[in-house]
C-alpha cells in the first residue's frame, strides 16, 4: 500500500494550495456529484473551494519494488490535472481522466501502470490540480504496488459486424462511466456518441438503427473499456427493440403524453403540421437516461393523440450536438428547397458545437431530412445562442427568427428576419423591456392571437422556456412589449413548450416537455398534453389562458354524471363508486360559503381554497380567481401526474407526480359550507397507445 487516504491528513504527504483541503474527503464535498468507486472512508479529492482551487499532494519518496502501480482515479480531463509518477526528477507516468463535459460521473476507476523499467528506483508520486473551471478537480485513492497486472483498461476496443438487421442494440447501465462509441462504415465515422456502456448486466438496452448500412460492414469503437468488459460481445443486432413486449404498458409509462420508446427526452422541437400529419421532434438521448448526445427524436400525430414515432431525424455532427428548434412550411418555395411543386418542411436548429450556430434542414415527404449544405445559416454572436423558432410574418411578407442570446450579461431574443430562409439579418434585439437580466431565457416561442376571439384586436406574445411571456405589438422588425414578465403555467415540471406552426384551423397549439421522472424504466420524462392557448381580456389586459385541445375526447371511454346539485360537509362522495387509472374530470360549481373544495385523485390532494382564491395541487399553490363567483375545474390524471385547469384556463397547473398503481379512488368534498354545483363529469379515459 502507498496511500490509502484513510488518516484524518495526508501525512507522510505533503500538500500544496487548497485544493486538497487539510485532509481527506469521506467521499463528495459540497457542491460536487455524487463520488464513488473509491475504497474505505476517505480519498484524496481537490474539489475542497469548487473547481477553481489549485494544488498537489506529493508522496514520501518510496522504493519501487514491484511490477505494477494500480490506483483508483477519477475527475476532470486536462493536461493540468493528474496523477505523476517522478523517477530521477522526470516525469516518468501520468494518468488523466476523462470528464470534460457538463454531465459526466464522479465514478473513480482502477488504473495501473507498468513499472517493471524502474525496479529498486526510488521515486515520488504526485497528484496535481492546476486546473480551474468546469472539470478543475480529480479524486485518487488506494494507490499500491502489486506483481499481479491488475485488469485494466483498453482503448478504441473494437467490434466489427455485419449490419443484418434494423437495430444494434447497447447495453446501457444509467449513471456509469461515459465511453465514446463510434460507428465507422467504410472506414468513414458515421456516429458518435457518449453512452453509459454497461461492462456486465445493463440496466436497458438502446438501439441504433443501422438500416441504412444493410449489408455493410460496420465497425463499432469503444475509447476505452475494462479489459474484462461484456460490452463489445453483449451488443447485438434485431430487427425490433429488445425487452419490448410491454411497450408503452410500462408500469410508468403515460397512457396519453408522448415519451420516447427508449431513452431521454426534453423539449419539443420543429412542430409543424404538414401533409395531414402533425409533427413532434423532440430532443432525445437515445442512449441514455438521462440528458446527453442530443438527437431530433421524430414523431407524428393525425390528431395530436396519437403518436407513432418514426426514429432520430437530425443526429450529433461536425457542428456539434442537435439542440433545440422549430419548423415551417414554406409554402411559396421561397427557400427553392421544394421539389416538384411540393413546398418543403424547413427545420431549425442549433449545432451546439464551437461555435454553437444556426441551421436548417429539408424534406419534402416528412421522413427523410437532408441537412442543407449552405449550414450554418446564422453565424455565433455570442456562445451559447440557440434554439430559433422561426415564423412566417404575413403583412411584411417575410420570415421571422427568434434566437435567444445572451447579450452583454442579459437574456435576451434576438430577432431576424429572412426572404429565403437562408440568409438572414439582425432586425432587432429584445429583452422584453423588463429591468435587469431579461426573463427571455432559452426557448422563445412568438405568435400572435385574437383577443377574445376578435380578429380585429390581434396580439403578439412573445413566451419563455418557463413560459412567462410578454404581450404587446411587432410590425415585422420590432417587438414593443405591453406588458411583460407575466406569469405563464402555475405548476411543476413544465418547460421548454413549443407552439405548432401551420394548424390548418388557424388554433395556436402548444406542447411542454413535461419533467415527469420515470425511474426503473428504459426511458424518462415525456411531454404534456397539447394544450390550446388563447388570449383572454382581463382587468389587466389580455392574458394567456391554457386549456386541453378538443381532439383528446377521443379517450373518453365512460362518462359518469353523477346527480349532484351540491356538495355538503360530511356527503357521502358521489364519485367513490368510480375505479380508474386514467381521468378527465370536469367541474363547474359556486362555493356560496364552503371554504374549500377538495378532490383527492387516487391519492393527490387537489384543493380549491375559496378565500384566497387559489388551488393547491399536492401542496403546490397556484393563484386561481373565481369568475363571475364560479370556478371551473379540469383535471386530467395519468400515471406520471396531473394537469389541473382552472379559471377558465387563466390556471394551469401540470404536476409531475408517478401515481401510486394501488390507489384507483376517486372523492370530492366541500368544508365549511355548502358549495353548488352546476356541472359534474368524469370521463374514464384508455391509453393512447391501445391497438397499436
Ligand atoms: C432547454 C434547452 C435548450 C437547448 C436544449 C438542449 O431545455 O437547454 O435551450 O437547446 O435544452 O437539449
Known amino acids: 500500500m502507498i496511500a490509502d487516504f484513510e488518516q484524518d491528513n495526508y501525512a507522510p504527504w505533503t500538500a500544496a494550495g487548497e485544493a486538497f483541503g487539510p485532509g481527506p474527503a469521506h467521499g463528495s464535498l459540497p457542491g460536487q456529484m455524487h463520488v464513488d468507486g473509491f475504497r474505505g472512508k476517505g480519498l484524496a479529492n481537490s474539489f475542497v473551494k469548487g473547481d477553481d482551487s489549485t494544488g498537489s499532494l506529493t508522496s514520501p519518496e518510496i522504493r519501487i519494488e514491484r511490477k505494477f502501480i494500480a490506483f483508483l482515479i477519477g475527475g476532470g480531463k486536462s493536461d493540468k490535472l493528474g496523477l505523476q509518477l517522478i523517477v530521477d526528477g522526470k516525469i516518468v507516468r501520468r494518468a488523466t481522466v476523462p470528464n470534460d463535459n457538463p454531465g459526466g460521473s464522479e465514478s473513480l476507476?482502477?488504473?495501473?501502470?507498468?513499472?517493471?523499467?524502474?525496479?529498486?528506483?526510488?521515486?515520488?508520486?504526485?497528484?496535481?490540480?492546476?486546473?480551474k473551471g468546469s472539470w478543475g478537480h480529480i479524486n485518487v485513492d488506494h494507490i499500491t504496488q502489486t506483481d499481479t497486472k491488475p485488469k485494466g483498461f483498453v482503448t478504441d476496443a473494437e467490434r466489427q459486424l455485419t449490419a443484418t438487421a434494423r437495430y444494434i442494440?447497447?447495453?446501457?447501465?444509467?449513471?456509469?462511466?461515459?465511453?465514446?462509441?463510434?460507428?465507422?462504415?467504410?472506414?468513414?465515422?458515421?456516429?458518435?456518441?457518449?453512452?453509459?456502456?454497461?461492462?456486465?448486466?445493463?440496466?436497458?438496452?438502446?438501439?441504433?438503427?443501422?438500416?441504412?448500412?444493410?449489408?455493410?460492414?460496420?465497425?463499432?469503437?469503444?475509447?476505452?473499456?475494462?479489459?474484462?468488459?461484456?460490452?463489445?460481445?453483449?451488443?447485438?443486432?434485431?430487427?425490433?427493440?429488445?425487452?419490448?413486449?410491454?411497450?408503452?404498458?410500462e408500469s410508468l409509462r403515460g397512457q396519453f403524453h408522448f415519451s420516447p420508446q427508449r431513452g431521454w427526452n426534453n423539449d419539443p422541437n420543429g412542430c409543424v403540421f404538414y401533409n395531414g400529419e402533425y409533427h413532434l421532434f423532440f430532443?432525445?438521448?437515445?442512449?441514455?437516461?438521462?440528458?446527453?448526445?442530443?438527437?431530433?427524436?421524430?414523431?407524428?400525430?393525425?390528431?395530436?393523440?396519437?403518436?407513432?414515432?418514426?426514429?432520430?431525424?437530425?443526429?450529433?455532427?461536425?457542428?456539434?450536438?442537435?439542440?433545440?428548434?422549430?419548423?415551417v412550411v414554406d409554402w411559396k418555395n421561397t427557400s427553392g428547397l421544394g421539389v416538384d411543386s411540393k413546398p418543403p418542411l424547413v427545420l431549425f436548429y442549433t449545432a451546439a458545437g464551437d461555435p454553437t450556430v444556426q441551421c436548417m434542414a429539408y424534406s419534402t415527404d416528412g421522413r427523410t431530412f437532408t441537412k442543407y449544405s449552405g449550414n450554418p445559416i446564422v453565424q455565433q454572436i455570442t456562445g451559447g445562442n440557440r434554439d430559433p423558432k422561426v415564423i412566417w410574418h404575413e403583412p411584411s411578407q417575410q420570415w421571422v427568427m427568434t434566437l435567444y442570446v445572451e447579450w452583454h450579461q442579459r437574456h435576451t431574443i434576438h430577432f431576424f428576419t429572412s426572404k429565403n430562409l437562408?440568409?438572414?439579418?439582425?432586425?432587432?434585439?429584445?429583452?422584453?423591456?423588463?429591468?435587469?437580466?431579461?426573463?427571455?431565457?432559452?426557448?422563445?416561442?412568438?405568435?400572435?392571437?385574437?383577443?377574445?376571439?376578435?380578429?380585429?384586436?390581434?396580439?403578439?406574445?412573445?413566451?419563455?422556456?418557463?413560459?412567462?411571456?410578454?404581450?404587446g405589438s411587432f410590425d415585422g422588425n420590432h417587438f414593443l412589449p405591453d406588458a411583460t414578465?407575466?406569469?405563464?403555467?402555475?405548476?411543476?415540471?413544465?418547460?421548454?413548450?413549443?407552439?405548432?406552426?401551420?394548424?390548418?384551423?388557424?388554433?395556436?397549439?402548444?406542447?411542454?416537455?413535461?419533467?415527469?421522472?420515470t425511474r426503473?424504466?428504459?426511458?424518462?420524462?415525456?411531454?404534456?398534453?397539447?394544450?390550446?392557448?388563447?388570449?383572454?381580456?382581463?382587468?389587466?389586459?389580455?392574458?394567456?389562458?391554457?386549456?386541453?385541445?378538443?381532439?383528446?375526447?377521443?379517450l373518453r371511454t365512460r362518462t359518469h354524471r353523477p346527480a349532484v346539485k351540491s356538495l355538503k360537509p360530511g356527503d357521502k362522495t358521489p364519485l367513490d363508486t368510480i375505479n380508474a387509472e386514467l381521468l378527465e374530470i370536469r367541474l363547474e360549481f359556486e362555493p356560496g360559503n364552503a371554504d374549500q373544495l377538495v378532490f383527492n385523485i387516487r391519492g393527490i390532494a387537489a384543493a380549491y381554497d375559496v378565500a384566497k382564491q387559489e388551488l393547491n395541487v399536492a401542496g403546490h399553490l397556484a393563484p386561481a380567481p373565481l369568475l363571475n363567483g364560479k370556478q371551473n375545474l379540469i383535471i386530467y390524471c395519468d400515471r406520471t401526474g396531473l394537469e389541473v385547469f382552472a379559471s377558465d384556463g387563466l390556471c394551469y397547473t401540470p404536476m409531475p407526480q408517478n401515481m401510486n398503481p394501488e390507489n384507483n379512488r376517486l372523492s370530492i368534498e366541500a368544508r365549511g359550507g355548502d358549495i353548488k354545483v352546476n356541472s359534474l363529469e368524469v370521463h374514464e379515459l384508455r391509453s393512447a397507445w391501445r391497438g397499436r
Open 109 to 131: 476507476a482502477l488504473e495501473s501502470w507498468d513499472v517493471i523499467e524502474f525496479a529498486g528506483k526510488m521515486a515520488t508520486l504526485r497528484i496535481v490540480d492546476e486546473a
Open 169 to 249: 442494440h447497447f447495453p446501457i447501465k444509467n449513471g456509469g462511466a461515459k465511453r465514446i462509441v463510434t460507428l465507422l462504415v467504410d472506414g468513414q465515422q458515421v456516429v458518435r456518441n457518449d453512452i453509459e456502456l454497461a461492462d456486465a448486466a445493463p440496466d436497458w438496452w438502446a438501439p441504433l438503427d443501422v438500416s441504412t448500412w444493410r449489408g455493410k460492414t460496420l465497425t463499432l469503437r469503444v475509447d476505452k473499456l475494462h479489459e474484462d468488459s461484456d460490452a463489445p460481445k453483449s451488443i447485438e443486432q434485431s430487427d425490433t427493440l429488445k425487452d419490448a413486449e410491454n411497450l408503452y404498458r
Open 283 to 327: 430532443q432525445h438521448n437515445p442512449y441514455g437516461w438521462s440528458w446527453g448526445n442530443m438527437h431530433w427524436g421524430h414523431a407524428v400525430s393525425r390528431d395530436l393523440v396519437h403518436w407513432e414515432e418514426l426514429g432520430d431525424k437530425l443526429l450529433p455532427d461536425d457542428l456539434g450536438p442537435m439542440f433545440s428548434g422549430s419548423a
Open 422 to 471: 437562408r440568409e438572414w439579418k439582425l432586425a432587432s434585439i429584445s429583452n422584453g423591456d423588463a429591468p435587469g437580466s431579461g426573463f427571455l431565457f432559452e426557448c422563445p416561442d412568438f405568435f400572435e392571437l385574437p383577443v377574445d376571439g376578435d380578429a380585429a384586436r390581434k396580439k403578439w406574445v412573445l413566451l419563455a422556456a418557463n413560459s412567462s411571456y410578454a404581450v
Open 485 to 517: 414578465r407575466l406569469p405563464g403555467h402555475r405548476g411543476k415540471g413544465f418547460y421548454a413548450a413549443q407552439s405548432f406552426s401551420d394548424v390548418p384551423d388557424g388554433r395556436r397549439i402548444l406542447i411542454g416537455w413535461w419533467q415527469t421522472e
Open 520 to 554: 426503473g424504466m428504459p426511458f424518462n420524462q415525456s411531454m404534456t398534453i397539447p394544450l390550446e392557448l388563447k388570449l383572454v381580456q382581463t382587468d389587466d389586459g389580455p392574458r394567456i389562458t391554457f386549456s386541453p385541445v378538443q381532439e383528446l375526447e377521443v
